[in-house]
């Protein structure tokens, strides 16, 4: 039995099997496919929210933190 460092096999082959090509399937499934990513636009265009309500949002948040940090540091002055 014989020990060696490298493995010397035979390098891996590709199994590539052609498939037919039919140009009328293809359009049918291409336009399939617009309409399904379309409807799926739309609906996540009417799902989204929109850029107004995040900075309503983001800015009562900034507003809640600016008071949260006045309240704290008012009660560590009073005790300290």
Same mark, same amino acid.
């Given at each position: 039995?014989? #020990?060696?460092?490298?493995? %010397?096999? $035979? *390098?891996?082959?590709? %199994?590539?099997?052609?498939?037919?090509? =039919? *140009?009328?399937?293809? $359009?049918?499934?291409?336009?399939? !496919? !617009? =309409? #399904? +990513?379309?409807?799926?636009? $739309? $609906?996540?265009?009417?799902?989204?929210?929109?850029?107004? =309500?995040?900075? %309503? %949002?983001?800015?009562?948040?900034?507003?809640?933190?600016?008071?949260?940090?006045?309240?704290? +540091?008012?009660?560590?002055?009073?005790?300290?």
């Amino acid at each position: 039995m014989a #020990f060696t460092f490298f493995n %010397n096999r $035979e *390098p891996r082959q590709f %199994n590539y099997k052609p498939r037919f090509y =039919d *140009p009328k399937k293809e $359009e049918s499934t291409g336009d399939a !496919r !617009r =309409d #399904f +990513a379309r409807n799926l636009h $739309e $609906e996540w265009q009417s799902k989204r929210n929109h850029t107004s =309500d995040k900075k %309503n %949002n983001s800015s009562i948040t900034i507003i809640f933190m600016i008071f949260f940090a006045i309240v704290l +540091a008012l009660i560590l002055w009073k005790f300290f």
